[in-house]
Nanobody, 122 residues
């Protein structure tokens, strides 16, 4: 599986962005997908995950109520809608696929995209 993230950019606090992650490979529809982020000098942290059929989603406490993860199997794409953005959301955002154990553990994911920069100005 190859993952290509896009949609990052510069936005003012309170604004919105939608990230996309396009996946190649016929097995996309069977994978749990997720988003992580990494700010300068910090560890990569879990943001959100969605099961293979979209039936279950999970979010980090820091983004609950502001971010929404979704997927379009026909387009082999997973999205992260980010609303009410804060300066502390500034990071490189990575999409990931196929966790083997805990979805909130970055080490358990088998496939990673290249990352897209999100910068939120105050």
């Amino acid at each position: 599986v190859q993952l290509q993230a896009s949609g990052g950019g510069l936005v003012q606090a309170g604004g919105s962005l939608r990230l996309s992650c396009a996946a190649s490979g016929r097995t996309f529809s069977t994978y749990t997908m997720g988003w992580f982020r990494q700010a300068p000098g910090k560890e990569r942290e879990f943001v959100a995950a969605i099961t293979w059929n979209g039936g279950s989603t999970n979010y980090a406490d820091s983004v609950k109520g502001r971010f929404t993860i979704s997927r379009d199997t026909a387009k082999n794409t997973v999205y992260l809608q980010m609303n009410s953005l804060k300066p502390e959301d500034t990071a490189v955002y990575y999409c990931a696929a196929d966790p083997t154990t805990r979805y909130d553990n970055r080490w358990s994911w088998n496939y990673w995209g290249q990352g897209t920069q999100v910068t939120v100005s105050s």
